[in-house]
C-alpha cells in the first residue's frame, strides 16, 4: 500500500473559490512538516456543481493529486472512497475550507506511530474555535446527542484526523454508515475496540463564511446518529480504553 507516505483525503463541494489556494498552502505545510513532496492528495468532488474540477485538474501533476467524482454529494461515501484509494499506510482527513493548523499537524505526524487515530478537536478548547456562534451550539448539541447515545468521551469525532491505516483499515472497510457520520462509526469502533486514539484541540478558523445553516442536514445527522447507535449497541467496549486527550500546552 505504502507508495506514499502520507495520503491526504480531501472531500471538495462547489470551493471553486478557494479550492486552488488551498492546495498549495496544504502542500506547502505538509512539504515543510514531512522534509519531503512523497505525499498524494485524494480529492473527492463531493457532488460538485461548480468549476472545482476544472480548476483541480491543471494541478494534478504537479501536486500529485488523484481526482474522484462523485455525482451527488455524500460526505461519508466520498471519505470512503477517498481512504480506500489510498496509497500509503497513514491518511490525513482535511477540509478544504478550513486554515491550517500547523501546531496540530506537527505534533500529530511527529506521534503517529503510537495512536491509530489522531483527532483534531474543534470542541476540546472552545478559545481556539472561531466558528460563528450558531455553528458551536449545533455543533455542541450534536455531540451531546452523541455523547448520551454512545457513552463516548470522544469530544469531536468529525473533522480533521490522522489515521494510521494499518490498525485501522478493517474497521473502516467495515463500516456501515454513510453521510456525515461515516468517520464518526469508525472512530467509535476504534475506541471500543482497544485501539489508541488521541484527541488534541485545534485552531478552528474556516477560509470562507460559512454557508447557510440547512435545517434539513441537521435533522438529518440526528436521524443518522440514531441509526448508528442501532449498529454500535451490538459492539461492547472493550476492557482496555486507550484515548487520551492533550492540550495545547502539551504539543
Not at 486554515?99 to 487515530?117: G, L, M, P, R
Not at 463516548?152 to 468529525?158: I, K, L, P, Q, R
Not at 461515516?182 to 474556516?206: C, H, M, N, S, W
Request: hydrophobic share 40%.
Amino acid at each position: 500500500m505504502s507508495n506514499f507516505l502520507l495520503s491526504i483525503i480531501l472531500p471538495v463541494k462547489n470551493e471553486e473559490n478557494i479550492i486552488k489556494e488551498s492546495i498549495i498552502s496544504f502542500h506547502n505545510e505538509i512539504k515543510e512538516t514531512l522534509n519531503s513532496e512523497n505525499f498524494e492528495f485524494i480529492i473527492i468532488l463531493n457532488g460538485c456543481t461548480d468549476k472545482s474540477e476544472e480548476i483541480i485538474n491543471p494541478l494534478k501533476e504537479k501536486y500529485k493529486i488523484k481526482l474522484i467524482k462523485l455525482n451527488k454529494s455524500n460526505y461519508g461515501l466520498s471519505l470512503r472512497e477517498g481512504i480506500l484509494n489510498a496509497k500509503s499506510d497513514f491518511v490525513f482527513i482535511l477540509n478544504a475550507d478550513i486554515k491550517w493548523d500547523k501546531k496540530y499537524f506537527n505534533w500529530s505526524w511527529s506521534n503517529k506511530s503510537k495512536y491509530a487515530i489522531i483527532l483534531g478537536s474543534k470542541r476540546a478548547d472552545p478559545t481556539l474555535n472561531f466558528q460563528p456562534i450558531y455553528r458551536k451550539l449545533l455543533s455542541k448539541g450534536l455531540n451531546s446527542i452523541l455523547n448520551i447515545l454512545f457513552d463516548s468521551v470522544v469530544m469531536d469525532t468529525h473533522g480533521l484526523k490522522l489515521v494510521d491505516l494499518k490498525k485501522t483499515i478493517e474497521i473502516i472497510k467495515n463500516s456501515k454508515m454513510t453521510r456525515g457520520q461515516f468517520d464518526t462509526e469508525f472512530t467509535l469502533k476504534a475506541l471500543r475496540g482497544g485501539l489508541d486514539i488521541a484527541e488534541i484541540p485545534i485552531v478552528y478558523q474556516e477560509s470562507r463564511k460559512p454557508r447557510n445553516l440547512m435545517i434539513t442536514k441537521i435533522f438529518q445527522n440526528i436521524y443518522d446518529l440514531f441509526f448508528l447507535y442501532r449498529i454500535m449497541k451490538k459492539i461492547k467496549y472493550s476492557s482496555n480504553i486507550r484515548y487520551r486527550r492533550f492540550s495545547r500546552e502539551d504539543l
